[in-house]
């Protein structure tokens, strides 16, 4: 069996499909009793709270059922904040970098899978990323453009945490803008103006799916490697129980 770094999982072709298998091979846990084997799999709570639907009942499920938030929920809780940074600092391979991003977009109100998709997409958590365009410059983390910010200095933009706190707060204003994150992406990349007008480039339809299914698979992979080893116990408890680590089984 090949063994998927993070980089592989998060490519968006299959790897919705490879990381719901994910989500249950790392959620659980395995006992070798020698006549009997038992195992215990995470569940999605997404999957428990839908399984229950009624046939009748699909549409209103299918409009009205809410992403949840496992990372934002995982950083403000002190007893999994520190795995939740230890999960984006192996994906940034950045400390500083990870809870510049987590920390901003807590105080922004910023999904954070939505910041740290952006961010792989603008700089791939590159704090000295620059580009250059005909009259202006995009710098940082979030690629912040020099004629929208003309107060920030260069060390500022090179600030991961600096630039960090700027980009989600750009980003928040662009989800209040648009109405939904599809057009906050359009105007975070081809303008407010632009998109208000319809004027939405190709390229930029193509840098919103990018986005989009980049966040899908990092959330999910937050989910199997996170969330699954922090399920409550079988016993009932709501306390959370740390669950060891299952390494696949080569072939």
Not at 132 to 156: A, E, M, V, Y
Not at 166 to 176: I, K, V
Request: aromatic residues 10%; hydrophobic residues 40%.
């Amino acid at each position: 069996m090949r063994i998927f770094s993070f980089t592989d999982i998060l490519k968006p072709i299959g790897g919705s499909v490879l990381l719901v298998g994910l989500a249950l091979l790392y959620g659980g846990c395995t006992i070798d009793n020698g006549a009997e084997t038992s195992v215990s799999a995470y569940i999605p709570s997404g999957f428990m709270e839908l399984s229950g639907v009624e046939e009748g009942d699909y549409s209103k499920a299918v409009s009205e059922t809410a992403r949840e938030d496992h990372i934002g929920r995982f950083y403000a809780n002190e007893a999994t904040r520190e795995a939740t940074i230890s999960f984006f600092t192996n994906l940034t391979s950045s400390r500083t970098v990870a809870v510049a991003i987590l920390e901003a977009s807590s105080k922004s109100g910023v999904p954070p899978g939505l910041a740290f998709a952006l961010v792989h997409e603008e700089s791939d958590y590159k704090t000295a990323a620059t580009g250059h365009n005909s009259d202006s410059i995009d710098r940082g983390l979030f690629q912040l453009n020099s004629r929208s910010f003309p107060k920030l200095t260069s060390q500022d933009f090179f600030d991961p945490r600096i630039n960090a706190r700027y980009g989600t707060a750009h980003l928040a204003f662009c989800l209040e803008a648009g109405g939904n994150e599809v057009a906050a992406l359009a105007m975070y990349n081809a303008g407010q103006g632009r998109v208000s007008k319809g004027g939405t480039p190709r390229r930029t339809l193509d840098y919103i799916y990018r986005i989009i299914s980049y966040r899908a698979n990092l959330e999910t992979l937050f989910e199997a490697q996170v969330v699954a080893r922090f399920a409550p116990s079988s016993a009932g408890s709501n306390a959370l129980a740390f669950l060891p680590d299952v390494a696949p089984r080569a072939k």
